[in-house]
């Protein structure tokens, strides 16, 4: 594991060194991947700030924070980053899962049964005599449609009240931990982030 340290008026000391590879160590038993990590610590007007990237094969996770003490600032940026790796892995396992049970549909040959987790059809036969009878997957609907009300829910971690770049905006959107993110640009014109379920970030400029 490779891990590129920067320092900004102040000095990466050994201990702290430490602190942050026994926390990409425990990040690494999450996400089961080999990954290069990027640490930039800074001090600006006796605030420490740590931030700590780390590449993903669906793009990077990034953890900010920034507290009195370099130590703490570094705690919780990898308390951060442990968050985004859970759910990170999650959706991982999720996407592999669902594109296992549409490979196990696929291969399906209408005679075998499919396994328990992909049983969502019903083999029918339809024609006159069983020499000519043709093999129909029938999908089964509930007869009545399930409705869950909806509850709304105020959120100003979502929006950002000051004007952003590109590149503050996606760190402000990995900092809250959002998957919508919406801000203006330094020209005031309004941005959308969304996170996609691959992890990746995709941008919508509100017309």
Same mark, same amino acid.
């Given at each position: 594991?490779?891990?590129?340290?920067?320092?900004?008026?102040?000095?990466? !000391?050994?201990?702290?060194?430490?602190?942050?590879?026994?926390?990409?160590?425990?990040?690494?038993?999450?996400?089961?991947?080999?990954?290069?990590?990027?640490?930039?610590?800074?001090?600006?007007?006796?605030?420490?700030?740590?931030?700590?990237?780390?590449?993903?094969?669906?793009?990077?996770?990034?953890?900010?924070?920034?507290?009195?003490?370099? /130590?703490?600032?570094?705690?919780?940026?990898?308390?951060?980053?442990?968050?985004?790796?859970?759910?990170?892995? !999650?959706?991982?396992? /999720?996407?592999?899962?669902?594109?296992?049970? #549409?490979?196990?549909?696929?291969?399906?040959?209408?005679? /075998?049964?499919?396994?328990?987790?992909?049983? !969502?059809?019903?083999?029918?036969?339809?024609?006159? !005599?069983?020499?000519?009878?043709?093999?129909?997957?029938?999908?089964?609907?509930?007869?009545?449609?399930?409705?869950?009300?909806?509850?709304?829910?105020? #959120? /100003?971690?979502?929006? #950002?009240?000051?004007?952003?770049?590109?590149?503050?905006?996606?760190?402000?959107?990995?900092?809250?931990?959002?998957?919508?993110?919406?801000?203006?640009?330094?020209?005031?014109?309004?941005?959308?982030?969304?996170?996609?379920?691959?992890?990746?970030?995709?941008?919508?400029?509100?017309?």
């Amino acid at each position: 594991m490779n891990v590129e340290y920067t320092g900004r008026h102040c000095e990466v !000391t050994p201990a702290i060194r430490k602190e942050v590879e026994a926390g990409l160590t425990k990040l690494r038993k999450i996400l089961g991947d080999k990954f290069d990590a990027k640490v930039i610590l800074a001090v600006e007007k006796h605030r420490h700030k740590a931030e700590i990237t780390i590449s993903t094969r669906n793009g990077p996770l990034v953890g900010l924070a920034q507290a009195k003490d370099m /130590s703490i600032a570094v705690s919780e940026a990898l308390d951060h980053l442990e968050k985004q790796a859970v759910k990170y892995k !999650t959706r991982w396992q /999720s996407k592999k899962r669902s594109a296992r049970k #549409s490979e196990e549909v696929k291969k399906w040959n209408g005679h /075998s049964p499919l396994p328990d987790e992909v049983q !969502t059809v019903v083999q029918n036969k339809i024609g006159l !005599t069983e020499k000519t009878a043709v093999p129909v997957a029938v999908h089964r609907y509930p007869a009545v449609a399930r409705t869950t009300e909806v509850h709304l829910v105020h #959120s /100003s971690d979502s929006v #950002s009240m000051r004007p952003l770049t590109l590149e503050e905006a996606i760190k402000e959107a990995h900092f809250r931990d959002r998957d919508v993110f919406v801000f203006r640009d330094p020209k005031g014109k309004v941005m959308i982030l969304h996170r996609t379920r691959d992890g990746k970030m995709e941008l919508i400029e509100a017309p």
